[in-house]
């Protein structure tokens, strides 16, 4: 495939996409452990302090969570991007063969 549009690599959203989805699936697993660990720590606390701590958990949940949908909903954008860009460039290449073949009938002279 040719590179057009000034792009290095032609699948660079396609691949934004990928990493998108592979760095939220790591945050993901850190966040589960993390969510996992302060369920441990609140062993420790009591009474006001342990109802303020579970509501600061499930508040941090709720906005990872969030982030996570949000994460989710790019990375299929930038891969719906890249199938765009692909079709894209395929029919401009297209059109430019075709007008270069339709031209090829006008590269003679006309006062020959």
């Known amino acids: 495939m040719s590179q057009h549009a000034g792009l290095e690599n032609v699948n660079s959203l396609s691949t934004g996409g990928e990493q998108l989805g592979q760095e939220s699936d790591g945050l993901r697993t850190q966040m589960n452990q993390l969510i996992d660990d302060m369920s441990n720590d609140a062993d420790s606390l009591q009474g006001q ?35 765009q860009f692909n079709i894209t460039d395929s029919d401009s290449s297209d059109d430019f063969s075709q007008a270069g073949s ?5 590269s003679r002279p006309v006062n020959a």
Do not use: V
């Open 49 to 83: 302090a342990l109802s303020d701590f579970r509501a600061a958990r499930n508040s941090l949940t709720e906005r990872f969570d969030e982030l996570m949908t949000w994460c989710n909903q790019n990375g299929i954008k930038l891969n719906e991007g890249q199938t």
């Open 102 to 106: 339709d031209l090829g009938g006008l």
